[in-house]
Every structure is written in structure tokens, then in C-alpha cells.
């Protein structure tokens, strides 16, 4: 992190971590697939907590079938879940945001990853007794609405997970 706040993503090779973490290219390689990941590499852990909020909020609920409430409901969990973790990463590490604000490459990584989270909550969903279609559209609109919540919220990260609640609620007609 040092490394791209003193000269941006794009100027840093993978030599540039290596040398300065004091490690060979090839470890570098056993821990990340390539420099990209190195700024998502929690990624693993949010998929985890994403199914996680979904699984236990659906224990709360009917079985989920074809009713698009309850899976919004519950995918409403999951996604305040990434709501808070972002705003918790943007308030100890400010220069993640910045960093892919302004790099093209790692916005398409960001979009990339943002479309394995709606796998998750899709899969997720379908295991939980989700209708295929019910589930892959509640996904979508979660993700919409995270999305609608980020963008209104990007000058203080503190205010994500409110905004996130606030935009399923007005979906899901809960306010």
C-alpha cells in the first residue's frame, strides 16, 4: 500500500511489492495471482460473511420459495453485511477507495468482483429453498441498491451501511 500511494497502481510492478516486501516474485505469487489482488484480498472472507448474513436472516423467515419480500429480506442482511465491511475498510485504509477511483483497471476488478458477489447471494439463495429466478433477481436488486447507496454516500463511507438499509427498505416497501 505504500507502494501505490507514493507512485499510483499503475506504476508498481509486482518486482516493485517483492522487492519491498522482501520476498520473491514467487512467493508473492503463492499469496496473490497478481498485484490486483492484492487490494481485494479479503475478498474470500466477505463471500463468507455474505452468505453467512443471508443463511442466518433466512432462519428467521418461512421458507423463501418464490417470494421475492422474503428474499429481499434476507438478501437485505447480506448486503447491509458488505455495507458495513466497506465502510469499515474505508475508514482504516482511506487509499483502498482512492486507488480505485482513479485507476481504470481496478474499477473493472471492482465490477468484476462485485458481479462474484451476486453469485454468492444468487447460490446462496437457490440453497436456502430461493425459486432460481426469485433469487437471482433479489440478488440483483440488492446489488442495485448497494450500488445506489455507494454512490450517494462516497464522500463519508460512515454513512454506507444506513444508506444501504435505507435504499432494500424503500425497495422492499419496508419504509
Do not use: N, W
Not at 32 to 51: G, I, R, S, T
Not at 101 to 115: D, N
Not at 145 to 169: K, M
Amino acid at each position: 500500500m505504500e507502494l501505490f500511494a507514493e507512485r499510483g497502481f499503475d506504476a508498481v510492478t509486482v518486482a516493485d511489492i517483492a522487492a519491498h516486501a522482501e520476498v520473491g516474485r514467487r512467493t508473492f505469487f503463492r499469496y496473490f495471482p497478481d498485484k490486483q489482488d492484492v487490494l481485494f484480498a479479503d475478498d474470500e472472507e466477505l463471500h463468507q460473511l455474505l452468505a453467512a448474513r443471508i443463511r442466518a436472516a433466512a432462519r428467521e423467515l418461512p421458507p423463501l420459495g418464490d417470494s421475492l419480500p422474503r428474499a429481499l429480506a434476507v438478501g437485505r442482511s447480506g448486503v447491509l453485511a458488505l455495507g458495513e465491511a466497506a465502510a469499515r475498510r474505508a475508514l482504516y485504509d482511506p487509499l483502498h477507495a482512492q486507488l480505485v477511483a482513479t485507476s481504470p483497471q481496478l474499477q473493472e476488478c471492482g465490477h468484476s468482483r462485485e458481479r462474484a458477489y451476486v453469485r454468492t447471494a444468487i447460490e446462496t439463495l437457490v440453497d436456502l429453498g430461493a425459486d432460481p429466478s426469485t433469487a437471482a433477481l433479489a440478488a440483483h436488486l440488492c446489488a442495485a441498491c448497494y450500488a445506489a447507496a455507494h454512490a450517494e454516500t462516497q464522500s463519508d463511507p460512515r454513512l454506507l451501511p444506513a444508506a444501504v438499509a435505507r435504499t432494500v427498505d424503500r425497495l422492499h416497501g419496508l419504509r
